[in-house]
Nanobody, 122 residues
Framework: QVQLVESGGGLVQPGGSLRLSCTAS????????MGWYRQAPGKQRELVAL???????NYAASVKGRFTISRDSAKNTVYLQMNSLKFEDTAVYFC????????????????WGQGTQVTVSS
């Protein structure tokens, strides 16, 4: 069974920084894309940043220039460096792995992490 484990959330003051990490495990052969989503109270889950094959990254307009996604494919790990954090960045951040193929299988599936809380508060 594939599992995604996130870490790095916490409480930070406005203008501060946090780095989130997410590692996928479970006899993984390949992963197509890995990304971060977030969900604030009373709001829908939204894409924050996505690391796609070929080194392509996509960002939500609200985080562009402040957040940076990076990926270590050998470790099945994705990172999200968050700088200049704002109150409105407060949310539960979820890691997503898209198109995961396990060893010995032609099927691919998508998986979610359990979420990590990021709170920006003074």
């Amino acid at each position: 069974q594939v599992q995604l484990v996130e870490s790095g959330g916490g409480l930070v003051q406005p203008g501060g920084s946090l780095r989130l990490s997410c590692t996928a495990s479970g006899s993984i052969f390949s992963i197509n894309a890995m990304g971060w989503y977030r969900q604030a109270p009373g709001k829908q889950r939204e894409l924050v940043a996505l690391s796609r094959p070929g080194g392509i990254s996509n960002y939500a307009a609200s985080v562009k220039g402040r957040f940076t996604i990076s990926r270590d494919s050998a470790k099945n790990t994705v990172y999200l460096q968050m700088n200049s954090l704002k109150f409105e960045d407060t949310a539960v951040y979820f890691c997503n792995a898209e198109g995961v193929r396990q060893a010995g299988s032609w099927k691919s599936n998508d998986y979610w992490g359990q979420g990590t809380q990021v709170t920006v508060s003074s």
